[in-house]
């Protein structure tokens, strides 16, 4: 190896160390890696001068990532639930402010102060997402006035009722389309008209949408319509500068999972062995709100711990 190559080699994995003890703490160098995602990591970027330079999505180094989304106003349907608290709050944190949609005015106050806890404005609404195509272009009309804009919006709200096929009845199949599906593509309809300088769609669908159980055939139904919807509306509205993705969870440590009995365990398909928690959604849909994500659309991203791959 020639002296020189060999002088520049030792500089770098010096000063690789060196800023890896400063960070981390040397007793936590190595450590960190049975907690990953750890929220103090730092990205190593090395450079052909022999310099390593800390990285990553944060204030401190001014890259964009924590306040990509300042400027922005979104919308968060079924907020008052777990899961849409959390969207609203990572939301909120990159910069954007947020209004949130549900029918416990309670629980979206408990949303609101997610958003206001995160220096952002928030707006509260309560809407029934099964209301007519009408009334819910109202309140998306009405919801932008109030928030002086719109440039994001999270189809979040859904409902799920396990039960038997031979079983299902009418009122039960058009109670869970009505607001799994046929809300979605209303509310995103109205919503889009509202984005006259491109914008972000984002629809929550289900690891079950292409990897099935039984007694769930309308929600199942209902979200692989999700995913039929998502890429549709790509194609036809990425002339309007928006762009239309979905994040596909898995059992999220909800209160829906929990009234449903599936939140004491992790089901096989969960290749890592835990629940998936609500920011870790949160933090997809912010990364698909984002200018990161710029030239994705018609995208379905499973955040499932691999049960969509059996």
Not at 14 to 43: I, Q, V, W
Not at 95 to 100: E, L, P
Not at 162 to 178: G, K, M
Not at 227 to 256: H, K
Request: with cysteine; hydrophobic share 45%.
């Amino acid at each position: 190896m020639p002296n020189s190559f060999y002088v520049r080699f030792c500089r770098i994995l010096y000063n690789c160390l060196f800023l890896l003890m400063k960070n981390n703490g040397t007793e936590n160098a190595c450590a960190e890696s049975d907690n990953m995602p750890h929220p103090e990591r730092r990205n190593i970027f090395i450079s052909t001068d022999g310099c390593a330079c800390s990285g990553g999505f944060g204030k401190e180094n001014g890259m964009k990532g924590h306040e990509g989304l300042r400027g922005k106003k979104a919308l968060v349907t079924g907020a008052s639930g777990g899961l849409g608290r959390a969207i609203a709050r990572s939301l909120a944190e990159r910069g954007a402010d947020v209004a949130g949609w549900g029918r416990n005015e309670e629980q979206l106050e408990a949303a609101a102060e997610l958003v206001r806890g995160a220096g952002r404005r928030a707006v509260s609404r309560v809407v029934d997402v099964s209301s007519g195509a009408a009334e819910l272009a109202a309140a998306v009309d009405a919801t932008a006035a109030e928030l002086g804009g719109l440039d994001i919006l999270v189809n979040n709200a859904g409902v799920n009722r396990p039960v038997p096929a031979l079983e299902v009845t009418e009122e039960c199949w058009d109670s869970i389309l009505n607001v799994n599906l046929r809300a979605p593509f209303f509310i995103a309809q109205a919503a889009v008209k509202h984005m006259t300088g491109g914008g972000r769609i984002i629809n929550i669908t289900s690891s079950l949408s292409v990897n099935v159980l039984e007694k769930r055939v309308p929600y199942q139904a209902s979200k692989g319509g999700i995913n039929v919807l998502t890429r549709a509306l790509a194609l036809e509205w990425a002339s309007l500068g928006v762009t239309v993705n979905a994040v596909g969870p898995a059992i999220v440590a909800t209160e829906m999972t929990r009234a449903m009995g599936s939140s004491s365990s992790v089901h096989p398909k969960m290749l890592l062995g835990r629940l998936i928690q609500p920011e870790e959604i949160g933090a997809a849909v912010a990364f698909l709100a984002s200018d990161e994500a710029a030239m994705i659309t018609g995208q379905t991203l499973f955040v499932d711990e691999g049960w969509s791959i059996h």
